[in-house]
């Protein structure tokens, strides 16, 4: 059968290796000149099975009404004329009740678990190399009543199978010496050991190599400007190459793989996916001091920041991303936002890296309110959704990859998820509308 992915970021390039090692004829497209160029592009790196707490929890309605305003608060909802934004908040405090929070902690750490043993199993297979690093995650706390409000979320992910241990602050100092200047500040922390970090962008620049290789073709600096359904199916996408010729696309089945892009192009079709656009931002700066810089990835969750080491052929840097600004489709890099993360850096790690040449980047995560993805079969029997991953695309790739590629062929999945289309799934708010609106 021959698929077309549209999308060429994590989703994109993993659902493509992952249908053509199912013998499937792949071709992905995307706007872009090279793959993994948006908001694949400079993510914080963690596969971070550990940070399945979704921002919609019973503690966010207080923390968000606090931060409005602030302009350089870890949420910061900007409000705006826009109905889409609207509609997504009031589906946001729907799900920060704590059924609802358990509900979602349940989907993110299963598809989690699932996707960083797919991750590790790919990596053996194949010997891809991207900066990873395997000494866990460290989630610290400077504040107490934080640091408290994480154990029930760990206990819950413990049950879960995902290894996340409460540990004191002088067991993260040992752990990670570099949290030595800031520990009579710490409250405590978390360590889940399995979890990973690495350069997602690398990552997924040679997965494009292998897919290549195994005949998957790739139509870059394609624009997708429709797709069209005729007789209840999707019957073509049409798109504009570099040179701005019209192009019609043909295909079997079809993977909507387009991030916070997507309910833009699913609309047309009747269907409305919860996704809004989160903006989140990067710093990138080169390591000055290594005996003050931290080599095991860590997340600061009161500052909503998270923390990896890169030490490939880019030299060895220090990336901090994190915060979410709900701001429609704007891309404008603030630099208010940017500042407050090299200050947090220098706080915590001070001269550990060259701030004066810090570079920053800011991308679109494509949020549910949930924070749970939506992947599965829509309402066009061959149109398929991958999507709505928001902070956890990395985390989630492989695995999110793999089980749409096994649905497409009539298989299984291999882990327990609401996938869309399937007769198991439950019906909440991930699940695709069929309004005309």
């Known amino acids: 059968m021959h698929v077309i992915v549209l999308g060429s970021g994590l989703l994109g390039v993993s659902t493509a290796y992952y249908l053509s090692q199912l013998g499937h004829q792949v071709s992905v497209v995307d706007r872009q000149a090279t793959p993994a160029a948006e908001t694949s592009f400079a993510n914080g790196g963690q596969i971070s099975v550990s940070h399945a707490e979704p921002w919609a929890n019973p503690s966010a309605p207080f923390k968000v009404l606090k931060w ?3 302009e350089d608060a870890p949420l910061l909802f900007r409000l705006r004329a826009d109905l889409g934004q609207w509609m997504w908040g009031l589906q946001f405090l729907r799900e920060c009740t704590p059924q609802r929070t358990r509900h979602n902690i349940q989907q993110i750490v299963r598809l989690g678990t699932y996707s960083r043993d797919t991750l590790q199993q790919l990596r053996r297979d194949i010997g891809l190399n991207y900066d990873q690093r395997t000494q866990g995650i460290l989630h610290f706390y400077t504040s107490q009543k ?3 409000a994480a154990e029930a979320p760990a206990a819950q992910m413990r049950e879960l199978g995902c290894d996340r241990q409460v540990i004191s602050a002088d067991e993260a100092v040992r752990i990670e010496p570099a949290l030595r200047h800031i520990r009579s500040q710490l409250a405590g922390a978390t360590y889940t050991s399995e979890d990973e970090s690495g350069d997602a962008n690398r990552f997924a620049r040679e997965l494009v190599r292998h897919c290549e290789a195994d005949g998957v073709q790739f139509l870059m600096s394609h624009t997708v400007t429709a797709l069209r359904e005729v007789g209840g199916r999707l019957d073509h996408v049409e798109a504009t190459d570099a040179e701005g010729r019209f192009q019609t696309l043909r295909a079997d089945a079809y993977v909507l793989a387009m991030g ?4 833009l192009y699913a609309r047309p079709l009747g269907i409305r996916l919860p996704i809004y656009p989160a903006k989140g931002y990067s710093v990138t700066m080169p390591v000055k001091d290594a ?19 890169l030490t490939g052929p880019g030299g060895d840097r220090l990336r901090i991303a994190g915060t979410a600004e709900l701001n429609g489709y704007d891309r404008d890099l603030n630099r208010v936002r940017c500042e407050a993360i090299v200050r947090r850096v220098e706080e915590l790690f001070p001269g550990a890296g060259h ?17 749970v993805p939506i992947i599965g079969q ?4 061959n149109l398929y959704m991958n999507t709505g991953h928001g902070t956890l695309g990395w985390t989630h790739a492989c695995g999110s990859g793999k089980s749409i590629a096994r649905i497409i062929s009539g298989l ?7 996938f869309i289309g399937q007769p198991a799934a439950s019906k909440h708010s991930v699940q695709t509308s069929t309004s005309n609106t």
């Open 146 to 148: 934080e640091f408290e």
């Open 412 to 418: 299984q999945p291999e882990v327990d998820f609401d």
């Open 291 to 309: 005996s003050m810089a931290h080599q095991v990835s860590l997340t600061d969750d009161e500052f909503k920041l998270v923390f990896s080491r």
């Open 355 to 371: 701030t004066d040449q810090a570079s920053f980047w800011t991308g679109l995560r494509p949020a549910t309110p949930s924070n």
């Open 260 to 263: 916070s892009l997507s309910p």
């Open 378 to 381: 829509s309402k066009i029997p």
């Open 68 to 70: 409005l305003g602030q």
